[in-house]
């Protein structure tokens, strides 16, 4: 019999705002994976679920993959990266969805193409042509919304917009882009959370956390302070990572 897939409904809100979308997992004794920026690779993230997975196979107690976020743009297959992470998962394994910019830019084009163009410019057009948009019919279009509306599954837009922007098991705190230096947990800002860049060394206020993120590329996963960069330009070197972090073992795996 297979491993049990972890019950979700453990996961506390660190704050009674709904919208705030903090979540934290305490005294959590299993495994977790963090897997960095996908960006469209499905290839690489099939390959990486499967060394997982494999990986996995020996682990006591739950398993939990955290996506960091970046699942769309620049890679070829974004639509199918959405796609794949929507079905069910391998058999032990419990995903949890971060959000990144890049779902966010996305979500922003799709509700006003208009006043979305920047977002082509950073993948969005490699996005688009991954549903089988033809991009200059769309601007020629006088109703691209229609057009949007038809080839972007509603599936596929409500998986970008539910992403949590951030996870803290134990204490580890998985974040897309990072937090920012000298401002404690509670008080850090969202628009830093999915876009900054952090600083070569952290002094972060709250020193009792390992901060784990993506969104900057890294040549090699690193740690730096008390946070641990894993984004290895998925999209650029064919090379997708994950970290794992058990109570025996922190390492880092890659396709």
Known sequence: MGRKLFDFSNLLPRSNDAAVRHYQLTDFRGTVYAVGDIHGCLGELKA???????????????????????????????????????????????????????????????????????WLNSGGADTLLSYDIDLEELEASNRPQRILNKMVPESHRQFISAGALTLQVNRCFFVHAGLRPGVPLAEQEEADMLWMR???????????????????????????????????????????TALKLSLKEVRFLST
Not at 83 to 94: D, V
Not at 198 to 206: A, G, M, N, S, Y
Not at 222 to 229: D, E, F, P
């Open 48 to 118: 990486l679920e499967e060394i997982i997975a494999a990986d996995a196979a020996a682990s006591v107690g739950p398993v939990i993959v955290v996506y960091l976020g970046d699942y769309v743009d620049r890679g070829p297959d974004s639509a199918g990266v959405i796609e794949y992470l929507l079905s069910p998962p391998r058999e032990g394994l419990s995903r949890f969805f971060l959000q990144g910019n890049h779902e966010v830019m996305m979500l922003n084009y799709l509700s006003d193409p208009a006043s979305g163009q920047g």
């Open 198 to 240: 952090p600083p070569d060394v952290d002094e972060l206020t709250d020193r009792s956390h390992v901060v784990i993120h993506g969104h900057t590329i890294v040549p090699e996963p690193v740690l730096i302070g008390n946070r641990i960069a894993i984004d290895t330009g998925a999209y650029k070197t064919g090379r997708l």
